[in-house]
């Protein structure tokens, strides 16, 4: 386990406690092929490549989604795991409905709860990792998974837009963007979370002090919405997205050494 601070731990089981009750009432919107909110999905921007065979984690598996998606595109070997035990039971169930076979674990992303190193062909997170208490032990965690050439691909929502304010067509800033750390405020179903205020460089420097390459940094411009998607209108709506980027998405790999 890594090694956290009081302050950081009780911010984890403050999230895992929201995450639980959250999970009991509604299903999670960010899976494959969708990398966010209005953003461009994978049919677009094709960054996993040809996923037969392949061994892949996904770090914030939530309900499975992303995990039934990978096994109908020919994934060999799938672990997920999640912060959430209602989570990990959702991904369970969807995994047992569906037929296929993952290995899940509760845990937090800055917890090893016993993956296999030097192993994985692709790690995946999509709107999970800014989740992550300490960035640089998670994004280390994942590294080690990874066989050299493995590849993570990560999306999270942009930093800017979580900034911003929207009055009358117009958009200002609600906060500095150079005010990071913790942030303890409320969920949408109203139980309280800590979120993590963190600059785009943030995320690009812990990738790249956890050894992995940087291939491809995407700020994905607005796209309609699926008429299946009901993205709350108060926060990713088409005009905030038209004038920011809702997402932040970034493919990186291990280096063969």
């Not at 943030?202 to 002090?209: E, G, R, S």
């Not at 926060?235 to 970034?250: C, E, F, G, H, N």
Request: net charge negative.
């Amino acid at each position: 386990m890594a090694e956290l601070n009081s302050e950081l731990r009780r911010a984890l089981e403050i999230n895992a406690a929201s995450w639980d009750k959250i999970a009991k009432g509604t299903k999670g919107r960010t899976a494959l092929p969708n990398y966010g909110p209005l953003c461009p999905d994978e049919n677009e921007l094709k960054l996993l490549g040809d996923l037969r065979g392949k061994k892949i984690v996904e770090l914030g598996c939530g309900d499975g989604k992303s995990l039934a998606y990978l096994h109908e595109h020919g994934a060999a070997e799938l672990h997920g795991l999640d912060l959430s035990n209602e989570q990990i039971s959702n991904a369970t169930e969807l995994a047992l409905q569906s037929g296929f076979p993952a290995s899940l674990y509760c845990s937090a992303m800055e917890d090893d709860p016993g993956l296999p190193h030097d192993y994985f062909d692709m790690a995946i997170s999509l709107y999970a990792l800014g989740w992550a208490v300490d960035l640089d032990a998670a994004l280390r965690n994942i590294a080690s998974y990874l066989r050299p050439g493995g590849i993570l691909v990560f999306s999270w929502e942009h930093p800017v837009f979580s900034c911003l304010k929207m009055s009358e067509k117009r958009l200002y800033l609600e906060r500095s963007y150079s005010q990071v750390g913790p942030v303890e405020t409320l969920s949408w179903n109203g139980d309280p979370i800590v979120m993590q205020a963190r600059k785009l460089s943030t995320f690009i420097n812990a990738v790249v002090a956890s050894g992995l390459v940087i291939d491809k940094v995407i700020e994905g411009d607005v796209r309609e919405p699926p008429s299946q998607v009901d993205y709350p209108r108060r926060w990713y709506s088409q005009d905030r997205a038209k004038m920011m980027p809702t997402t932040l998405i970034v493919k990186a790999h291990k280096s063969v050494r």
